[in-house]
């Protein structure tokens, strides 16, 4: 390439003169490149020279991942540090910590105040795995509710907003949350009969009948159950199992599955852990619950599913509770639970099963990269997000994937990179058959990332970019 002089050093930078027989393709490259968005923060250097500065400020590194990722990997996108879900799951722990206790105070302060029964008695009566009232129970599930806020805390320290805690579409499905309902009440309505048939699991029954509590424990179980499992989901399934994913790249499968199984379980022990049961049979049931709902998530791209699942479990578990004597309901001392306990997960896999294959009947979006970037689009645009199809669609407004949106392959050929391999986001816009949608709602970026945050290209040339995936090998 050949420059003309301006004949002095004073002025702006001399323009740019194409080599013969190249100007027409190069001026077409040219005008191509410099209007897209990605590549509005490059200066020349002879700018640069002059100006001591470039046009626009370099593009931040994306908060969310860049290549197809799954609901317990979204942490780990190219901003990523590793102190990051440290710092979440200790403002998550101590906060819950500090809720809980300050309001468990309260609900003593009121018991005692109301003439219910004594501060110091009710503190004897709770250690001896009894002494639960409508006020514990209700302050109880509020204080779990409040996990909800300290998700969203927790993914703010991670730069991504609240509604990529609910599902890899960025925001919380409630349509596909009303159908696992629908899909799964009837299944532990059949647990639930099932279960009246075999032997109690704590000695005698008890005589159902109208109390004093009755009244405001239903409204107690109504309104503050559902939001006690949406906090536990948020915490646990959200926020735990994230922060623990997120310590193993997202770039290989392999990588992808050891993550998801080091979530689900660190998520699946703190859930066992915090319901402080002293009872193996109880032990193995939350473990595996828990775990459940973790592939819940990882198979349905959100806590819709596993959400849904558990409020099924504690709406129909609490159905004759505002009936009965509920002061014993949080003892889980060791014989408290038996074997015949666990034919609850019989509901949890069969609900498993069902959710599974009615995500791939319906198509729901498990897996998404909303800073992805397709080079190959006009104006290297991002494509639309999972989900985000047109108003009156098919499927609107239940993350499912259009079939109208570009797609780019289910698989990417390795790109060598100093030192290491990973799975390129290689992207074609003649790609065909199944394949994923990218997603808009990051800040533009210039070259291509790995889920590092480091550029595939080191000489930050956006066109090599595009040559690259025009001869990149693609699966048909």
Known sequence: MTTS????GDGPPPRRVWPEGASEQA????????SQPCDQGRATAEEQEWTGKSRHPAPPVPSLPVIPTRYHGFWRAPRWSFWKPLVALAVGIVGYLAVSTGLSILALYIDASTGRVPMAEHVEQLQNGGGLTPSLFILNNLSLAACILLAWAGGAINAQRPGWLSSVVGHFRWRWFLACLGWLLPLWIIMMVVTSLVPATAGEGTALHVSRDTGIMIAGVLVTTPLQCAGEEFGFRGLVNRAVASFVPQNTRIRALISALMGGVGSSLLFMLAHSAQDPWLNLFYFCFGAGACYLCHVSGGLEASMAMHIVNNMTSMVFLPFMDFSRLFDRAEGSGNAWGLIQLAAVAGGAAIITWRVKRRGIVSEGAPAGLDLDAPGGTAMAAPGASTPGAPGHGMGQASSSLPVVPASYPEQAYPGRQFDAPVTSGTSSGPGIPWQPT????GDPWDENG?????DGSLSQAR?????APHEE
Not at 27 to 34: F, K, R
């Open 5 to 8: 002089s301006s004949g002095s």
């Open 27 to 34: 001026g077409i490259d040219a005008q191509h490149i410099g």
């Open 442 to 445: 990051a800040p533009p970026i």
């Open 454 to 458: 480091r550029p595939l290209f080191g």
């Open 467 to 471: 040559e690259h995936n025009r001869n």
